[in-house]
């Protein structure tokens, strides 16, 4: 997975441009993204036709506000430069809504 720290409109167009990418935002201050950390890497390890990027929502507020991201932890999947789901709310997300919100991508 890869992490940014910051995260530009620029780093957002490279990253999704080709391929499938999701896009996590999250924070490290935040109690239900770290929740998050329990079962993450099975998931990523099991969706292996996704990019998954973890993004600072510290570091990456103009671009979150853009893409209407009102909460975290929260999942935004591309293919192609083309957004096919979302998975957005400041609720806590379990592994079950995870896989299931993926499988719903096709």
Known sequence: MKKF???????????????KVVLLF?????PDCRFLDMFLPEIVSEF????????????ATDLAKKMN??????????????????LVSKDRKTKEEVVSFLKSLG
């Open 26 to 30: 999250s924070a490290s201050w935040c």
């Open 69 to 86: 991201i009102l909460g975290i932890p929260s999942f935004v999947a591309y293919q192609d430069g083309q957004e096919i789901g979302r």
């Open 5 to 19: 720290a910051e995260f530009s409109t620029s780093d957002f167009q490279r990253e999704i441009a080709k391929g």
């Open 48 to 59: 292996t036709e996704y990019q998954f990027c973890y993004i600072d929502i510290d570091g």
